[in-house]
T-cell receptor, first 114, second 113 residues
């Protein structure tokens, strides 16, 4: 079964700092990868996704993620964070063409200080 | 479109009581899911369904039951509530054309005392 690891549980940044959140998955086959965001008191929303093609994926609100197959990683980045980016971020994986179950990481809480 | 709706938003149960969490989607998605979210634990899949009449267990199905009689509705049943079921429950749906792209409901916060 696939698994997802997010090693940063809580990240605190000042506004305008750069962000990189780590995500590693364990599965040897083809996967689809996602980042979801949960703003305080809200439900999860899709931030970006990778199915195939260009490994550098751009999402909403200036976020991007890079799929590095050799490292089983799908790290989330943003050049300059804003206070409104304060949220919890979840990496997720689904086996491509196979099971319909999505496996989520445990999440990273990002706190941006004005 | 309303997307995915869940009721109730919040509920307090006594140990041993039962209840049904409702979930409805109006996007004609085949796939629907129930998750529970506990602090620091991410989302754990309880049950999922790939279409009306078809359901299957996820990671943490014990103490729960589901049914899928229509494409739109996917209720989650707790038969004998236990304190360990205190959590936030999210329902989600996904189109077959983009598996993994999940649309979440607003959640139900459940407290079992």
């Amino acid at each position: 079964a696939q698994s997802v690891s997010q090693h940063n549980h809580h990240v605190i940044l000042s506004e305008a700092a750069s962000l990189e959140l780590g995500c590693n998955y364990s599965y040897g086959g083809t996967v689809n990868l996602f980042w979801y965001v949960q703003y305080p008191g809200q439900h999860l929303q899709l931030l970006l996704k990778y199915f195939s093609g260009d490994p550098l994926v751009k999402g909403i609100k200036g976020f991007e993620a890079e799929f590095i197959k050799s490292k089983f990683s799908f790290n989330l980045r943003k050049p300059s964070v804003q206070w409104s980016d304060t949220a919890e971020y979840f990496c997720a994986v689904i086996i491509s063409g196979g099971y319909q179950k999505v496996t989520f990481g445990t999440g990273t809480k990002l706190q941006v200080i004005p | 479109n309303a997307g995915v709706t869940q009721t109730p938003k919040f509920r307090i149960l006594k140990i041993g009581q039962s209840m049904t969490l409702q979930c409805t989607q109006d996007m004609n998605h085949n796939y629907m899911y129930w998750y529970r979210q506990d602090p620091g634990m991410g989302l754990k899949l309880i049950y999922y369904s790939v279409g009306a009449g078809i359901t299957d267990k996820g990671e943490v199905p014990n103490g729960y039951n589901v049914s899928r009689s229509t494409t739109e509705d996917f209720p989650l049943r707790l038969e004998l509530a236990a304190p360990s079921q205190t959590s936030v429950y999210f329902c989600a749906s996904s189109p077959q054309s983009s598996l993994g792209t999940q649309y979440f409901g607003p959640g139900t916060r459940l407290l079992v005392l």
